[in-house]
T-cell receptor, first 114, second 110 residues
Framework: GAGVSQSPRYKVAKRGQDVALRCDPI?????LFWYQQALGQGPEFLTY????????KSGLPSDRFFAERPEGSVSTLKIQRTQQEDSAVYLC????????????FGDGTRLSIL | EDQVTQSPEALRLQEGESSSLNCSYT??????LFWYRQDPGKGPEFLFT???AGEEKEKERLKATLTKKESFLHITAPKPEDSATYLC???????????FGTGTRLQVFP
């Protein structure tokens, strides 16, 4: 079956531009997570949805970062007025019901800010 | 503060040379400990979940164990295709997010 799908795979933007990253979770998965992974580091939590409800956004680094999942399926992570330190791989994961069930990851979007 | 430390940072093994990767953690009540494998340019691939001290899980050449303070990923007779970064993550009680270590980069040479 299809796994978590993320698009685009690569995104290059100039400093100050807005970007939008998309995540299609595994069909039927209730929980969706966004993580940020810097080069040589482990993923760091950004935010978490259960269906359309954003239950935890404690990891979002600033108010320039915004995530939504309006119909409880596809999610978009938006970064406004991008800065060089936003350059990273953005990973999306989903799990059937959350809790301590395994999270299954997509291959990420590599964002480069020039 | 919940925290995960993995060692070594990098490990080079000859094919067939068994070894262990360490994951030390501090967490305010463990809900689960997860091992993932990550290949270059790919997302983490789920391997195991461990829930309580004393638990062990196996898959092919990999075996994961858990104590109250650390987890080990034992690799028996590794092959070059086992080369990857292995990530450990913990989940604290009352939360769904994962806290990852920085990983161990494993290279297995023929």
């Amino acid at each position: 079956g299809a796994g978590v799908s993320q698009s685009p795979r690569y995104k290059v933007a100039k400093r100050g531009q807005d970007v939008a990253l998309r995540c299609d979770p595994i069909s039927g998965h209730v929980s969706l997570f966004w993580y940020q992974q810097a080069l040589g580091q482990g993923p760091e939590f950004l935010t978490y949805f259960q269906n359309e409800a954003q239950l935890d956004k404690s990891g979002l680094p600033s108010d320039r970062f915004f995530a939504e999942r309006p119909e409880g399926s596809v999610s978009t992570l938006k970064i406004q007025r991008t800065q060089q330190e936003d350059s990273a791989v953005y990973l999306c994961a989903s799990s059937p019901r959350g809790g301590n069930q395994p999270q299954h990851f997509g291959d990420g979007t590599r964002l480069s800010i020039l | 503060e919940d925290q995960v430390t993995q060692s070594p940072e990098a490990l080079r093994l000859q094919e067939g040379e068994s070894s262990s990767l360490n994951c030390s953690y501090t967490v305010s009540g463990l809900r689960g400990l997860f091992w993932y494998r990550q290949d270059p340019g790919k997302g983490p691939e789920f391997l195991f979940t461990l829930y309580s001290a004393g638990e062990e899980k196996e898959k092919e050449r990999l075996k994961a164990t858990l104590t109250k303070k650390e987890s080990f990923l034992h690799i028996t007779a590794p092959k070059p295709e086992d080369s990857a970064t292995y990530l450990c993550a913990v989940q604290a009680r009352g939360t769904d997010k994962l806290i990852f270590g920085t990983g161990t980069r494993l290279q297995v040479f023929p």
